[in-house]
T-cell receptor
């Protein structure tokens, strides 16, 4: 199948850390993307993982485990502006992006 | 990235109307995409163009007709749409249309409402 699963909604507190998980079940794998989408705006690229391990970019990090079909996006020192939807997408064996439905992250003061 | 623009940003149309969505990318990319985004659903790929040639049509109904006159411009012509076609239509572009790390950059979308 071609299922990308991620939680529908998460809530976290300003200044805290949150981890958004994504699992994928497609056969063939050519990379995992994370995008951020604020309400009414374009999705914007956050990260790309193709090898196992953690990629860090400032407050945001992305992790991949190919053997487990699992990725997570880690957001540190949360700010109110981080309230957005976070989209996980896997590039499959046909090099097409298969998208999750997105995780809506709500940040509370 | 703000190198992909879309017009109009909002569109309300009746089921018998004909309208067109426009997308322009200023990034020098060679691939362009149309996606449909409905609430709480994954992005649905509709069409892909590589070097102006259509390389993907994901079983999209013929009431949606794409046009790609050059690598910088992409249109989506709409006619006799249904209310269930109401959604956010996103355009994206990428450098090469499919390599592993090839990253797609999105426009802000057109919010379409079909009455």
């Amino acid at each position: 199948g071609q299922n990308i699963d991620q939680p529908t909604e998460m809530t976290a507190t300003e200044g805290a850390i949150v981890q958004i998980n994504c699992t994928y079940q497609t056969s063939g794998f050519n990379g995992l993307f994370w995008y951020q989408q604020h309400a009414g705006e374009a999705p914007t690229f956050l990260s790309y993982n193709v090898l196992d391990g953690l990629e860090e970019k400032g407050r945001f990090s992305s992790f991949l485990s190919r053997s487990k079909g699992y990725s997570y996006l880690l957001l540190k020192e949360l700010q109110m502006k981080d309230s957005a939807s976070y989209l996980c997408a896997e590039r499959d064996s046909n090099y097409q992006l298969i998208w999750g439905a997105g995780t809506k992250l709500i940040i509370k003061p | 990235e703000t190198g992909v623009t879309q017009t109009p940003r909002h569109l309300v149309m009746g089921m018998t109307n004909k309208k067109s969505l426009k997308c322009e990318q200023h990034l020098g990319h060679n691939a362009m995409y149309w996606y449909k985004q409905s609430a709480k659903k994954p992005l649905e790929l509709m069409f892909v163009y590589n070097f102006k040639e259509q390389t993907e049509n994901n079983s999209v109904p013929s009431r949606f007709s794409p046009e790609c006159p050059n690598s910088s411009h992409l249109f989506l012509h709409l006619h006799t749409l249904q209310p269930e076609d109401s959604a956010l239509y996103l355009c994206a572009s990428s450098q090469e249309g499919g390599g592993g790390a090839d990253t797609q950059y999105f426009g802000p979308g057109t919010r379409l409402t079909v009455l």
